[in-house]
């Protein structure tokens, strides 16, 4: 079956600092990734979405990169800011469009 | 900027009891989701609804579910005979677009469910 994978349950950063959280998958060629934040108690919140065919797409001080062969997404936050502090998660897109979530990242970025 | 909405915000119902949670999607939107997230746990998918139709559920998604969409704005998840294991927060979600993948989805705040 479909496994994701989100390295680091919680990662803490310094303000300023580049935020680096990692989506692993197996067993599965999702044509579309995306990446939503979730803050405590709120559904989530759609950021960037990546085709199969896109290697890297930026959104402001979002990048997500998208390695197919490596089975690999990579979201940077640059300049973080405290205000950037929730949780992340990787999902991946089904042909009905159902969304497979990962269990998230929290990040916390530190003043 | 035209969100999800979802009532109640919270519902609490005893076990057996069926229960209806009730979204209203973006209006021009055309898909339609249920998804819910246990506390502590990951957001897992229910059912997408497209055409006056299941498009694709899950294993959870079993006989005590069902969604329908009553008129042209509500769109609603009913659980038959309510479980401990259901109480969760219930997300509704809806995405524009004709066909295809590779739309973003757009969540409501949620319905937590609490089964006694």
């Known amino acids: 079956s479909q496994k994701i994978e989100q390295n680091s349950e919680a990662l803490n950063i310094q303000e300023g600092k580049t935020a680096t959280l990692t989506c692993n998958y197996t067993n599965y060629s999702p044509a579309y990734l995306q990446w939503y934040r979730q803050d405590p108690g709120r559904g989530p919140v759609f950021l960037l979405l990546i085709r199969e065919n896109e290697k890297e797409k930026r959104k402001e001080r979002l990048k997500v990169t998208f390695d197919t062969t490596l089975k690999q997404s990579l979201f940077h936050i640059t300049a973080s800011q405290p205000a950037d502090s929730a949780t992340y998660l990787c999902?991946?897109?089904?042909?009905?469009?159902?969304?497979?979530f990962g269990s998230g990242t929290q990040l916390t970025v530190l003043p | 900027e035209p969100e999800v909405t979802q009532t109640p915000s919270h519902q609490v119902t005893q076990m057996g009891q069926e229960v209806i949670l009730r979204c209203v999607p973006i209006?021009?939107?055309?898909?339609f989701y249920w998804y819910r997230q246990i506390l502590g746990q990951k957001v897992e998918f229910l059912v997408s609804?497209?055409?006056?139709?299941?498009?694709?559920k899950s294993e959870i998604f079993d006989d005590q579910f069902s969604v329908e969409r009553p008129d042209g704005s509500n769109f609603t998840l009913k659980i038959r005979s309510t479980k401990l294991e259901d109480s969760a927060m219930y997300f509704c979600a809806s995405s524009a677009g004709t066909g295809g993948a590779g739309y973003e989805q757009y969540f409501g705040p949620g319905t937590r469910l609490t089964v006694t």
């Open positions: 609804f497209y055409n006056n139709e299941i498009s694709e």
């Open positions: 209006s021009n939107h055309l898909y």
């Open positions: 999902a991946l897109e089904g042909s009905a469009r159902q969304l497979t």
